[in-house]
């Protein structure tokens, strides 16, 4: 099943919890932006938690150094899966792949501004628990920097791939086309006049292509 | 003047402010580590500012995308000094540049996991307002492996050079020796069993070490 995860940035946390309460039927998994974090502290993951138990809980802390100490943070508030960049040293990715792995918890590395080498190195560590984030940072999106085509689900059945950046009505067939397991989604719905029209439509369209 | 900044890492603000309380004649910039600010947000920044208006406070806030917010979050809560990570995009160090140089604030880049020809790229931007900061990470220190000698003063006047990761009276010569404009001591001091005994020595050594 692609699930859809619905980023949180660039809000208060309750403005974080009241946007979320109209579209909760409509996403998967709530991501604690980084911004959120860094703002806020872990209190937005404890809080987002509180208000939506049954919700997978992604913190998107963005690890690149501290990883023991910076998970036990996330999970103490609550958080499901954390993330990891990909340009961190690989100690620290190992020890984040192992602490996770040890508390019964997901991984998601972001591949921010990874060169092919580099993501194929990451690649070899591929398992269940573990999601690779094809992502286009939030800096190169409002320069209007055009995506690139990074992967391609048929390429490789094992790896989970999520893919962030920019993603829109407009843009979304063609990511469903690639078959990511997560399509995140912020702004379009964030920041839409009518976030709840912006969420049914982009879940009608991801658990739509599950049937296909 | 070769500087001493105080690296505040795993401790509460009350901790942090306390600490800094002891030892704050013997340290030029106050640096909130990364695990405050992503442990109680930018509380952590603004709280230390009003503790010690006076001194230069660094916000290790490692933006590795959504720059130009961060560093006005930064900013807000009174920091002087922000971070960003060599391995973000070239368009997030950009406008961190950029928008540091706009609001007359000093900006470390954060050398951490690159190598040489990433560094060399980045290097081109120096400017008296901007440190690069020699980055041995704490999982790399904390499992033993050894640092390299990454760079000498005797071959660039021009760069501003910041040395941190694990660094304490023991190895403070060889440091001192390459005459880095601000040297970062973190546990050495917050973990001490004497903080003063030790920040009034590694003061002695680092500010003596300006009239040799």
Redesign the interface.
Known sequence: MMKIQLAL??LTINQAIALTNKVVDFVDVIEVG??L????????VSELKQAFPTKQILAD??T????R??LE?CYQAGADITTV?G???P??IE?CIQFAQANNKDLMIDL??LNAHQKEQLFANADDHLYFCEHI????QE?G?PRKKTFSRRDDKLRRIAIAGGITIQTLPQYIQQQPNIIIVGSAITQADDPVEVAKELSKHIRGADHE
């Open positions: 940035d660039r980084t911004s974090i860094k703002e806020f502290g872990m209190g937005s802390i963005k690149i150094d501290n990883a100490y910076e943070l960049m340009s961190a040293h100690l620290t020890q921010l501004n940072s939030k800096d190169e320069l920097i």
